[in-house]
């Protein structure tokens, strides 16, 4: 064997020697330690992610606008009545823990939402499966203001403080004729006919 090609095959050797201590560093996750050049070693295995924690009893993501569907309309049969509803259009179960009743502008000039009616607080938070429904009815106008106000055919919607509201149109029927100085709304009902009481 001549000169040269014993010294191009130690070449060759050392060059695949230090391509084998490349691939071996870049298997391990940048922790430092490596095995020794030449000495086979095995990946650790990926730590398992810790188990998530078991959600405490009763608590529920907060309702938030992208998981809701909502429906405004008149009521023929009850003077200065709107029934506000509002479905779960997700798969996630929420509640209205944090803000109990809906954040109302009726028009662009209303600075205050519209205020509760203190009395219609249910005993228990609204928490809604996906698919089920919570009602609100909106008092349009104070009993010694029926007739003063402007139509709406929608009004603004939040469901917490200092965020923007949606709009809401009249699902069906005329505009609504509403009082912004006088009309009060209901917190959150579970049943209809608990937000009509009112």
Known sequence: MTYAAATGRRLIAVVLLATAGLSL??????????????????????????APRPP??????????????????????LARRMLLTVTNASDRTCDFAA??????????????????????????VITLAPGRTAYATLVTSGPGAQGRGEKISQFGVALAPHTAPCQVGLDSGPPVRVDPHSATVTYWQSRREAALNW
Do not use: K
Not at 25 to 31: E, L
Not at 57 to 71: D, I, Q
């Open 56 to 77: 405490s009893p009763g608590a529920h993501l907060a309702c938030a606008p992208e998981m809701l569907g909502f429906h405004a309309r008149g009521l023929r049969h």
């Open 25 to 50: 560093t870049a298997c391990h996750d940048g922790g430092g330690g490596g095995g020794r050049l030449g000495a086979p070693t095995r990946a650790a295995p990926a730590p398992r992610p810790p």
């Open 99 to 124: 803000q109990r009743y809906p954040l109302l502008r009726l028009d662009a000039e209303q600075r205050t939402t519209v205020p509760v009616i203190g009395p219609s607080d249910p005993v228990s």
